[in-house]
């Protein structure tokens, strides 16, 4: 490489990748000594007695050449460069590299009272691309998740008023199976993902701040179908209900347009293989754009209605604490919204020099049409790159180059959708929706690089 070169940015990861169960501990004993603030400092103190040992990786990571003598990486052939491998079928279904260990979905420690009804985050800054690898999906569950057994399983479709639809019907797994199926790719994000940071900074890193999401190619049979041969009624049957098999009692009222569009799914397919079990397996709903509580698991029947059913999910859950004081109900669509991974909070920059700057876009309402980033905090923006392909309803990878100076800088990224909406600020959103609310927080991210290279999650007046 020619001096004159600018050197290539390194980055020393997120405190995901190394906080070790000591640190886990640490983490728990100060979330239950009350403090506030906990999952922060937590982490930091945490992060602390791994910074080090980080830091001694990070540099081996770099490979520093010898002056003289040549590297030793080249020069002394590896044992897997001479020896026998391993043979095919060591493992009948493969894992990652011993070396991947740490990126893992995460609970928020201290964040719920039990590990059932809680939330795991997906580690969205070790993620490439669009797609979450099933093993790292996000999980929310209400009462804990069940491995359901899919020979005795049911899907029912009946009828809140029995003129609303001709036959009510029981389908098995292997008859859902046998029908036109259709595989698309949608995100879906819980109504609650950056819930905490409402107020103001709450969580260090990217994957507790946006991992209520993921992105998978699901595979089902369009709703409509299993409605056509029930005989519904479409002018008087305006909405659905999905119900799900788990003690949570997970009941969602979805707008009938949606499910004439085609666009929901009974879905059993994900990323190519049945559903995990922790998804939803061996049935769920896939309500493309709207939040995730709509995308009932382990889906056992549809009830179809002319009104809104008002469940405890719509009515008591899921709604928005607007500043007059009142709750604003049935808010569904996931608005468009966008964030940085890479560089995102708790990874350093090690050097100055190249970035390349990565994030994921989405929108509810369809396609992602632009994401423009800044470095400067927003005085100045310029337009990423969307990776292809950009799908409706569907995580979209942006990247764009930056030289680092060694400068504090502000790194934002600022999505738009092919319906004209453009991803508020943090002082737009709280003018509209104050700041007690817990869901759909769409807000510009940001993220401060520190001259040191820390990065830390900061929001701007
Ligand atoms: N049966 C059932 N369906 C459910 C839930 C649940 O607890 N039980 N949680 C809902 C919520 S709030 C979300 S965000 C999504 C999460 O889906 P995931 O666990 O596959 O990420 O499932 C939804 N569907
Ligand atoms: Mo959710």
């Known amino acids: 490489m020619s001096s004159s070169r600018a050197p290539s940015g390194r980055l020393q990861k997120a405190p995901e990748n190394f906080v070790d169960a000591a640190g886990v501990r640490t983490v728990f004993a100060q979330a239950k000594a009350g403090r506030r603030d906990f ?81 795991s985050f997906a580690p969205l800054q070790s993620l490439f691309g669009i797609v979450t690898p099933s093993g790292l999906h996000f999980e929310r569950h209400h009462q804990g998740w069940w491995d359901v057994d899919p020979s005795k399983h049911r899907l029912m479709i009946n009828a809140a008023e029995p003129t609303l639809l001709k036959r009510p019907m029981v389908f098995t797994m292997d008859e859902i199976m046998r029908m036109p199926s259709a595989s698309r790719f949608h995100f879906i994000e819980c109504g609650a993902n950056s819930g905490m940071e409402w107020g103001n900074v709450a969580v260090p890193t990217v994957q507790y701040t946006h991992g209520m999401l993921s992105c998978s190619e ?57 559903l995990r079990p922790e998804n939803g397996y061996p049935l769920r ?117 930056w030289v680092w100076d060694g400068k504090p800088a502000i790194v934002q990224s600022r999505a738009s959708d092919d319906s004209g909406y453009v991803q508020p600020t943090y002082r737009q959103l709280r003018a509209v929706r104050g700041s007690r609310s817990i869901y759909h927080n769409n807000a510009i991210q940001s993220w401060l690089v520190q001259e040191s290279g820390e990065v830390k999650n900061v929001q701007l007046g």
């Open 39 to 119: 999952i922060r400092q937590a982490f930091a103190s945490a992060a602390a007695g791994a910074a080090a040992l980080a830091a001694t990786r990070a540099r081996a990571q770099a490979n520093p050449v010898p002056a003289s003598g040549g590297d030793p990486n080249i020069l002394e052939l590896p044992e897997h460069s001479k020896g026998l491998g391993q043979p095919v079928v060591t493992d009948g279904y493969g894992t990652p590299s011993r070396y991947e260990a740490n990126v893992q979905r995460r609970q928020s420690p201290g964040l719920t009272q039990t590990a059932q009804a809680s939330v």
């Open 218 to 274: 699901f595979t089902g049979v369009p709703l409509r179908l299993l409605l056509d041969q029930c005989g519904v009624d479409y002018k008087k049957a305006r909405y659905v209900l999905g119900e799900g098999a788990d003690g949570s009692s997970m009941t969602r009222t979805v707008p009938m347009e949606l499910v004439e569009r085609g666009e929901v799914l009974v879905a059993y397919g994900q990323n190519g293989e049945m």
């Open 285 to 401: 709903l896939v309500v493309p754009g709207v939040q995730g509580v709509s995308w009932v698991k382990y889906l056992r029947r549809i009830e179809v209605g002319d009104q809104p059913w008002a469940t405890k999910d719509e009515t008591l859950h899921y709604v928005d604490l607007m500043p007059d004081g009142l709750h604003r109900q049935y808010t569904s669509l996931q608005e468009c919204k966008s964030v940085v991974t890479t560089p995102s909070g708790g990874q350093v920059l090690l050097d100055k020099g190249f970035y390349n700057v990565s994030g994921l876009a989405w929108s509810g309402r369809g396609k992602v049409v632009k994401v423009d980033v800044t470095v400067d905090g927003g005085r100045n923006w310029r337009v990423a790159r969307l990776e292809q392909p950009v799908m409706s309803k569907c995580l979209t990878r942006f990247n764009i180059d």
